[in-house]
Structures are given as structure tokens and as C-alpha cells.
């Protein structure tokens, strides 16, 4: 990665890379087969942008926290890329498995870094250090 990248670009490229790699061992295990990929979404890999490929489109958007119990922090976004009707219990499911995923690789993406992965409101927010550090 160039060096004329900013802190905050780096730091995102590298949450960035923890939610690809949630998204490339979603599709090799293939434990949500049985929804079937959006019609217009290539296959997963085909393209240069995971959240653009693939059954599953993953990844987070800042947010300034604004009526948030935990302040500022990325919304998580987890979603199975289908046509076919999703049941709430598969979506739960699914997002419960992406929160346990990114607890155990937050920490190594962002080694020394206090992040945290909660529930705010209807969603999930990974929160707590984001001063950009040493990046």
C-alpha cells in the first residue's frame, strides 16, 4: 500500500481486509448455500471488490454516533446478496456468526487496540479506539 495513503484510509483498508476475509471463508464453507447468489452479482472473486461479488456483501460504515449508546464507531453491514426470501432467524444467524468472527480478527488487524463489537440499537457497532494510532 502506498505511503501517501492517509491514517484513517489505512486504517480502513485494513478493516476493510478483515471483512474480506470474513466474506472468502463464508463462500468456501458454504454453509448459506441454500440461498442462492443475486442474478446480478458475479461469482465470488470475479470481481476486484468482494462486497461487489459473491453470496455475502459485508462490510461497515462510519458513523458519528449521533443518538448511539456507544458513541462514534462503523455500522456493521451483513448481508446475504439474494433474491430468495431470507428468514429473520437466518439473517440473526448470519449476523451473530459475521460479530463473532470480527471479535476474534479485530484483534490481530489492530494489534494493542481496544475495539469493541455491540449492539446499538437495531444494529451492530465496532467502537472504541479509533484515534488511528501509529497507522
Do not use: C
Amino acid at each position: 500500500m502506498s505511503s501517501s495513503k492517509t491514517k484513517l484510509e489505512r486504517w480502513e483498508h485494513r478493516l476493510k481486509q478483515v471483512f474480506d476475509e470474513i466474506d472468502a471463508e463464508f463462500e468456501r464453507e458454504g454453509t448459506w448455500r441454500t440461498f442462492r447468489r443475486h442474478p446480478n452479482r458475479p461469482p465470488a472473486g470475479a470481481t476486484s471488490n468482494r462486497e461487489d461479488d459473491g453470496l455475502f456483501d459485508l462490510g461497515a460504515a462510519f458513523s458519528v454516533g449521533i443518538g448511539s449508546q456507544h458513541g462514534p464507531g462503523y455500522v456493521v453491514q451483513a448481508r446475504i446478496a439474494t433474491l430468495d426470501r431470507v428468514p429473520r432467524a437466518a439473517q440473526e444467524k448470519f449476523e451473530a456468526e459475521v460479530i463473532r468472527r470480527l471479535e476474534e480478527k479485530l484483534p490481530a488487524a489492530f494489534p494493542g487496540v481496544a475495539l469493541h463489537v455491540d449492539r446499538d440499537g437495531p444494529v451492530y457497532k465496532i467502537h472504541g479506539d479509533l484515534s488511528l494510532g501509529s497507522l
